[in-house]
């Protein structure tokens, strides 16, 4: 079965930069369409970025556009996401998540099969 670790998290001042990773142990991640997430302290989760399993597109939510890339390393096993000029806005824990048929990007949260436990990311000065 599919299991999904978020790691790279972290503590990070207004404009500094981090690169958050999702990988998978138990199956292969080509073709499943990975999205991450974010859940700030009293909102409800919310889709940041996305990229397709069967056609390699990605999907940035308009906020974040310019400051976060989402690739994907086949041979590692592992989705990245690259935060760059965080805001405190950014804070969050953060989550990747797996849908197994490999639909394009955006796509429902509850499409998705497979959630790791999280990685938090705190902006602040």
């Known amino acids: 079965q599919l299991q999904l670790v978020e790691s790279g998290g972290g503590l990070v001042h207004p404009g500094g930069s981090l690169r958050l990773s999702c990988r998978a142990s138990g199956a292969t991640l080509e073709y499943h369409t990975i999205g991450w997430y974010r859940q700030a302290p009293g909102k409800e989760r919310e889709g940041v970025s996305c990229?397709?399993?069967?056609?390699?597109?990605?999907y940035y939510k308009d906020s974040v556009k310019g400051r976060f890339t989402i690739s994907a390393d086949s041979g590692k096993n592992t989705v990245f996401l690259q935060i760059d000029s965080l805001k405190p806005e950014d804070t969050g824990v953060y989550y990747c998540?797996?849908?197994?048929?490999?639909?394009?990007?955006?796509?429902?949260?509850?499409?998705?099969?497979?959630w790791g436990q999280g990685t938090q990311v705190t902006v602040s000065s």
């Open positions: 998540g797996a849908d197994v048929r490999g639909a394009s990007c955006p796509i429902s949260e509850y499409d998705y099969d497979y």
């Open positions: 990229i397709g399993g069967n056609d390699g597109r990605t």
